[in-house]
């Protein structure tokens, strides 16, 4: 849900309340594979949810490669949401024929 709540096609949990927000990247906002935490805190990961103090060690090659996908975002973001979107419709629409027909 990442690139979709970056491109507003769904609402912004950490705008409704949410004090952490875990993602995956690599889905629909197309970038390497792995995870991110979000939160409304620059504090709360540490202090309040994650007790250990460390939470993974820096890979650099795809936090570079992250940072292309979110300058792509920023570029083509709104319609990629969009497009994802339709395709789900379009997915869900397809199933239900075929649920009618069995």
């Not at 979709?4 to 889905?27: M, Q, R, Y």
């Amino acid at each position: 849900m990442l690139g979709l709540i970056a491109d507003k096609a769904f609402p912004n949990p950490l705008a409704e309340g949410v004090h952490i927000l875990l993602e995956s990247t690599h889905k629909s906002f197309l970038s390497p594979q792995g995870g991110i935490i979000l939160t409304d805190k620059e504090y709360a990961i540490i202090s309040n949810y994650l007790p250990l103090r460390i939470i993974d060690n820096p890979h650099f090659n795809r936090i570079a490669a992250l940072s292309v996908a979110i300058e792509e975002m920023l570029v083509f973001g709104r319609k990629h949401a969009r497009q994802i979107v339709l395709n789900a419709k379009a997915l869900a629409r397809a199933l239900d024929k075929m649920v009618l027909k069995f």
